[in-house]
């Protein structure tokens, strides 16, 4: 993903810039009705331009901070139940979840605006046709209000369910498997350039959060060179180790800073272009329920079917695309998503911490059987974790009632 657009991006997920846009506007269209004055029918003027708009705005200012208060911290208690009951990973997508922002920020913007409202009419800032306009707008505001209260009274009877999380959690995944299977290896192509390549160090410790392929290719025009990404999205970093490799004799500071510019390095991973960290988030959720304090096979269960459908659609997505047209990037190279690491990512803690748990032991010899039937190498890699779940399982369970269930649903 283009830098610039990822820096854009993450912007737009935080909760201050919704809530910061709608308050400009607030203040924008509470100003700005004195500028549609001239418009208005005296009719219309000397029906709507009286006191009623004042009223309207002052309920409006009175109900909607305590409002808006109640919903930040309803947001903050949905916060802190998904953090505790799945994962503190999981919870970013609360704070970033759009309907909720956009509920937040419509509070604090009608707030500002009625503020704005109320004191420019004490001001004497309208006349007749003005306060008209106001009342207009006004009307407007309160109907926006009134959808953005019902459809944040839906929202939060399911925001903080444990559900709901691991449906946007592979709503993420998804998007970010169907876009690298359109262009795996960061749409260049796959295998190393050797070891005489000139690595380009981290200048920083963190994890990798975004590689900008555009700019590579670019830089590695310029250089006349070939480039190979080594830190890959998700990847954790120390400074000094090498995030790419350069296929030239040597490397000055400029060239290396040009190439290191083409990587965001944060504090923790994203679901933006790391397909394998909602994989790792789901594997985190299973083995807390799976925990002796939790002790929620359930949802281990779900996590289950869930993995299939994240990897079975990767599958049908690298299936449908056409060969070689994902190679954008011809002086890129990086490496391909690895079915094994992937599997063990989200089956990996369920192996782990559900093997002698009879129902989740089931559940994962249905699961990987059916990846098992996926072509390549995704097939082989499921099949060999089927026998190893299976040979934990097996030496798990005390029951030899047990035992023989499990052995019954092996094809």
Known sequence: ????LFVWKRTTQELWFRAGLYAVFGVVAALAAVVAA???????????GGESVEQVLTILASSLLAVATFSLGAMVTAYTAVSSAATPRVASLVTGD?????SLATFVGAFLYAIVGVTAINAHYYAAAGRAVLFLISLAVVGLVAFRLLAWINRLSRLARLGHMIELVEERGTRALLEDAARPSLGGRAGTLGPRAVAIPSPKTGYVQNV??????????????DVEVVAVPGTFVRRGEVLCRLAVAEADDDLRNRFCAA????RSRSFDQDPRFALTVLGEIAGKALSPGVNDPGTAVEIA????????AWCQAQEDAPAGASVTYDRLRAPALVEGDMLDDVYGPLIRYGAGDLLVAIQLQRALNSLGSAPGPMGHAAVRLGKESLKRSMAALTSSHDRARLKAIIP
């Not at 993903?1 to 610039?4: A, E, F, G, L």
């Not at 900008?212 to 310029?222: E, G, V």
């Not at 079917?305 to 079975?312: A, F, P, Q």
Request: hydrophobic share 40%.
């Open 212 to 225: 900008d392929p555009d700019h590579l290719q670019r830089a590695a025009a310029t250089a006349g060179a």
């Open 305 to 312: 079917t869930t993995g299939v459908r994240l990897l079975d």
């Open 98 to 102: 759009e309907a909720t922002q956009k």
């Open 263 to 266: 990587f965001t390095l944060g």
């Open 38 to 48: 001239p418009l208005v029918p005296t009719e219309m003027a000397d029906r709507f």
């Open 1 to 4: 993903m283009n830098r610039w």
